[in-house]
Structure formats: C-alpha cells, structure tokens
C-alpha cells in the first residue's frame, strides 16, 4: 500500500492531528449542530447520547488506536490511517454532541453530566499524554527518526501536545 502524508512525519505531527480533530474539529462541528434538525440527540438513541456513556465511547476509540498494532497501521496505510481519523471525529462529535445538543429544556442536566464527562475524558487524556512524555523508551516500532527526530524525544513531545491542548480544550 502506499504510505499516506503522515507516514513519513514524526510522532508529533500524528499527535497533533489527532488533537485536532478530537479537541478542535469535533466540538465546533458539534456545536454548530447543536439544537438544529441535525442535532445528533434528537436523532440518536437518548442512552448512547448522553455524557456519560458518551465519553466512554471516546475512552475508548483513543485508548484503542493509539494500541501499537493499531497505531502502525494507521501510519503506514491511508485506510487505517483515515479509519483512525474518522473514529476520532465521530467519538469526539458523539461526546461534545451529547454535551451541547438535545432540547433546551434539558440543557442544564445536560451540562452537568456533561462537565462530569469533560473532567472524565480530560483525566484519560492526561494519563495518555503523560504516558508518552514521561515515557523511558520509545514504544512504537516505526519510532526510528522520522525527519530527523530522535524517537524518544518525538514521542515525548508528542505527549506533550496531548498534554497542554489537550488538557486545554
């Protein structure tokens, strides 16, 4: 298969692509749906579009590719590589959704399981940044100095990124 635009780039910039269809992408999409005919909560089942589950949903999509085999694959094929993408837009549209969408008249129960699910998936996100940017050793095979970068520092600036825009949005 041929290797997508980010095959050949370091850690970092996979990182920061992931941040900005999870952290960026994702609640604006959401946000602009919010409380139209498209909101996503008017139309789903009301169980999965809630915060709470919402946010597992999302726990899980990023622990799961960010899994070394799932990982590889996603820098290596375009297929992969879009699948990856496109499960973390349609997590993170699900969660952010299920925070700002549904009828007004629920809006403030809404926003507190939403904060509850924000604080939730910021504290995953966290121990996946620190993770990589304390991490002692590299921990993917493909880690062998893209563009210059050393591997352990570029999956330690990666966790970085998590970390700080992470954490901020």
Do not use: K
């Not at 990856?84 to 925070?99: D, P, R, S």
């Not at 809006?107 to 939403?114: N, P, Q, S, T, V």
């Amino acid at each position: 298969p041929v290797p997508h635009l980010l095959a050949g780039l370091p850690f970092t910039a996979h990182m920061t692509a992931h941040i900005l269809v999870v952290a960026v992408a994702a609640p604006l999409v959401a946000w602009g749906l919010a409380e139209t005919r498209l909101d996503p909560v008017r139309l789903g089942p009301a169980t999965l579009l809630s915060p709470i589950p919402a946010s597992m949903v999302e726990l899980v999509a990023v622990w799961a590719w960010h899994a070394p085999a799932l990982h590889e694959a996603a820098r290596l094929s375009t297929a992969a590589f879009l699948a990856e993408q496109a499960t973390f837009l349609a997590a993170g549209l699900l969660l952010w959704a299920a925070i700002l969408g549904g009828r007004p008249e629920a809006r403030a129960a809404r926003h507190l399981a939403g904060t509850a699910a924000l604080v939730f998936t910021s504290i995953h996100m966290t121990l996946l940044g620190a993770l990589f940017a304390l991490a002692p050793r590299a921990f993917y095979a493909h880690e062998d100095g893209h563009a210059g970068a050393q591997p352990l520092f570029d999956l330690q600036l990666g966790g970085a990124v998590m970390l700080v825009v992470g954490g901020a949005a």
